[in-house]
């Protein structure tokens, strides 16, 4: 769905006439990170949780943060408020900035690139997709060596993405050099192994520190789960008893098909639909106290 107003440096500009610099450091080396903020029922979801990511994406990058959280927080719920958006997704990307093409950083450190695109989601095709279980294509992982940060630089995550479509394949699951699944092209890749544990890539710089991986695994060991952070094989994958998916605009999506063959019988696991219902109580649940700064009374 289109957005009405999108954040650009400071304004709310209509989303026909947003622009950046054409020389943005963004759009000439990736030099840039983003968030995403999954929006339910008007509010923003782990929204501290994917701030304090953002810090450390820039801390990372030695770049400023252009606001303190509580101003940028603001700003995203004032993007969500603009835009009328009840369920959807607000993009935040920040650049270190415009200037003369050259890779070394400008001298001063003033002129970061701020961008807030709230839009809504058609959340029913969303759940409808979970439903049904989604396939995966494995696909060599082909990403730089700091894939814990949160970089615009997606250009590998692009094209295994649409690899994985050419295949009929909706996700792609990535594949480091000794044959195990880093994590999926937008998402975090879990298996529930033949033995009932829960099992997902121990956090490293082959994968982002997913927000909902994070709450997805309290929420599991709350259950009683054992969750074991391993990496898996495709074929451990089909070995096993279920597979999800997890990301901020997905939650918890059954994975039911690896490279074209069923996973158990072809249909989204149990577990995998307890914890998307669990997750989806977590949201509802938590979501007028999430938030690093309170709500102004009729905002
Ligand atoms: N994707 N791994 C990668 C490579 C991702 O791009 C994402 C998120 C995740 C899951 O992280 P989280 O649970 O914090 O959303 C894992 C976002 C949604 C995106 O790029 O649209």
């Not at 982002?208 to 990496?231: C, Q």
């Amino acid at each position: 769905m289109k957005p009405r107003l999108v954040y650009v440096n400071g304004r709310f500009v209509p989303y026909p006439s947003a622009s950046v610099h054409v020389e943005d450091r963004g759009f000439q080396f990736g030099d840039s990170v983003y968030e995403v903020w999954a929006v339910m029922d008007g509010g923003l979801i782990d929204a501290a949780a994917h701030l304090r990511r953002l810090e450390r994406s820039l801390g990372e990058l030695r770049m400023t943060p252009p606001f303190t959280p509580a101003a940028l927080d603001r700003v995203l719920r004032e993007a969500v408020r603009r835009n009328r958006v009840r369920e959807g997704l607000v993009y935040l990307q920040i650049t270190r900035g415009a200037g003369p093409r050259d890779p070394l950083f400008p001298p001063h450190d003033r002129s970061a690139t701020v961008v807030v695109i709230a839009r809504g989601v058609d959340r029913a095709a969303v759940d409808a997709r979970a439903e049904a279980g989604i396939s995966v294509s494995s696909q060599p992982d082909q990403r730089w060596g700091r894939c814990d940060i949160k970089t615009t630089g997606l250009l590998a995550n692009v094209l295994s993405k649409q690899a994985a479509r050419a295949v009929g394949a909706a996700e792609a699951w990535l594949v480091d050099g000794e044959g195990r699944v880093t994590e999926g092209a937008s998402s975090t890749a879990w298996i529930l192994d033949p033995a009932g544990r829960l099992r997902t890539r121990a956090l490293d710089a082959a994968i982002l520190p997913g927000v909902t991986r994070a709450r997805v695994m309290e929420i599991a060991r709350r259950e009683g789960l054992e969750v074991v952070e391993a990496a898996f094989t495709p074929e451990e994958a089909l070995g096993a008893r279920e597979a999800f998916n997890t990301s901020a605009s997905g939650f918890v999506t059954p994975v039911v098909r690896v490279d074209g063959r069923p996973l158990g019988d072809g249909r989204p696991g149990p577990v995998a639909l307890r914890l998307r219902a669990l997750y989806l109580d977590h949201v509802r649940n938590t979501r007028p106290q999430i938030g690093v700064c309170a709500q102004e009374p009729g905002s």
